[in-house]
């Protein structure tokens, strides 16, 4: 390595779209002629890729930008690129007074421009111009066995408490070729697993449509051709997705995920809230009836599916019968998993005008109520999967026992079970199911799949 490559550490903050672009930056500072480093205090350059979804998660990245303005202070010649949703929503002159060691920033729309602004701003980068461009425009995983694969940008949905549409534009898909050429050459580097994503992934290929507005266009048609055509082409590679709409998924959708046995029965359909008046509120397209009917029909077409859903507590306007409202949907529906969320004001949404009057104690209350009981649901779905056989793709030693593996099914059960010598990361097994766990299943070993 030449002597003066440097260092970068690479900080993610959000979603599986942030992870998609950091896995990009590192690609590219990796090709550049960078190394990656440990820490940031070891680093010339890190990346924070920002996420504003949540007021908490903006504040940590800002206090994370913080800690490496205060590192480069003690004399560290450290900078800092930012990325992510926080980019539109500041003006870059502002947070470069604020903090002076950001040296550029990068709009989530422009990644495509990484490596430009790289070699604008960290000249002289030995070799770079060795890279070809068709070499950068591919991502580099954190586990080259699964893959995650942005078919799209943007969101125009426009939920009314969300700041994604701002943060990230309009959407943006990618052609069928560029998507099939990226997951070939994943595959060719050693994915097994790919996951499509998309903040809206349902409205692919809409913005080719037509004139109306994406949000009025009620359906799935084109990323239902795109899973088709995918799951037939690459039949031995486990095809997932995220994240999906409730009032886009169509029934032919769920037909096709049914069929295959390539793609993924762990659907995720984000609710929000069990409550008619607050779905209109937050613009969500759906009422809860609709809702019912969609989980009715997936339940009896795909009987093995991994349900999960994400739930607001406290939006503006929720009183107790509407949060009841909610409960009542989990005990209805049972899903797997629920990410859970108190309702924190976003500036410039549509909702951060409306009366957000309820104290902080009582959304707290009401959320610790909604884990409890989404906790005691998931322990029972869990049960019902003991003495089942799954097969599942190891993905390395468990977090808490050297001696134990984690794998990971292609409906994203979690799975810890005794390590066996002949295993090892990235290999299909079958395990038996002997005990649940709150977020986990114990398994044993049974063979090779
Ligand atoms: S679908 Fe709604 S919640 Fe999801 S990113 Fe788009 S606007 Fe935000």
């Known amino acids: 390595m030449p002597e003066t ?4 550490f690479i900080k993610t903050f959000g979603c599986q779209m942030n992870i998609a672009d950091s896995n990009r930056f590192a690609r590219i500072l990796d090709e550049l002629g960078f ?12 990346v924070v890729n920002t996420c504003v979804v949540r007021a908490k998660a903006e504040d940590k990245a800002i206090s994370y930008i913080g800690e490496i303005e205060r590192i480069r202070k003690s004399g560290s010649k450290v900078s800092v690129i930012l990325a992510g949703c926080l980019v539109p929503l500041v003006n870059e002159n502002e947070i470069k007074r604020r903090f002076p060691v950001i040296l550029f920033s990068i709009n989530p729309e ?7 602004l790289v070699l604008e701003h960290c ?10 461009d068709d070499v950068i425009q591919k991502d580099s995983g954190k586990s080259s066995f699964h893959a995650f694969v942005n078919i799209m940008r943007g969101c125009e949905q426009h939920c009314t408490y969300c700041i994604v549409p701002k943060a990230r534009g309009n959407n943006a898909s990618r052609k069928y070729e560029d998507i099939r050429d990226e997951i070939k050459w994943r595959i060719d580097n050693g994915a ?3 996951t499509l994503l998309g903040q809206s992934i349902l409205d692919y290929g809409k913005d080719w449509q037509d004139k109306k507005p994406i949000s009025s266009i009620k359906g799935d048609d084109l990323f239902r051709d795109l899973l088709d055509r995918i799951s037939i082409e690459f039949p031995d590679i486990w095809i997932k997705f995220l994240t999906s709409h409730s009032k886009d998924l169509l029934f032919e959708t769920i037909d096709l ?3 295959r046995d390539n793609i993924s029965k762990f659907i995720h359909l984000p609710i929000q809230s069990g409550d008619d008046g607050i779905l209109k509120k937050m613009n969500r397209g759906h009422n809860r009836d609709d809702y ?3 989980v009715e029909y997936i339940n009896n077409k795909i009987p093995d599916v991994r349900l999960s859903s994400d739930i607001i507590v406290g939006f503006p306007g929720e009183n107790l019968d509407a949060f009841e409202q909610s409960l009542d949907l989990l005990r209805r529906v049972r899903f797997f998993k629920v990410f859970t969320f108190l309702y924190s004001t976003r500036p410039s949404t549509a909702a951060a005008r409306m009366k957000d009057d309820l104290p902080i104690e009582e959304k707290r209350a009401r959320l610790n109520r909604l884990i409890d009981l ?3 649901i998931t322990l029972e779905r869990h049960k019902e999967l003991v003495g089942e056989k799954l097969i599942i793709m190891v993905e390395g030693p468990a977090l808490k026992s050297e001696e134990m593996l984690m794998g990971r099914s292609l409906s994203e059960d979690i799975v810890i079970f005794n390590s066996v010598d002949f295993v090892s990361t990235g290999d299909f097994v079958r395990v038996k199911i002997i005990e649940e766990r709150q977020r986990t299943l114990i398994g044993e070993f049974v063979d090779r799949a």
């Open 257 to 259: 995920i049914a069929s």
């Open 123 to 132: 000249k002289p980068v030995p070799d770079c111009e060795k890279i070809s």
């Open 292 to 294: 019912f009917k969609l």
């Open 192 to 194: 097994k697993a790919i």
């Open 374 to 376: 989404q906790n005691l």
């Open 110 to 116: 422009n990644v495509d421009t990484f490596r430009d």
């Open 35 to 46: 190394t990656r480093s440990d820490s940031p205090s070891e680093s010339d350059l890190v």
């Open 5 to 8: 490559c440097k260092k970068y």
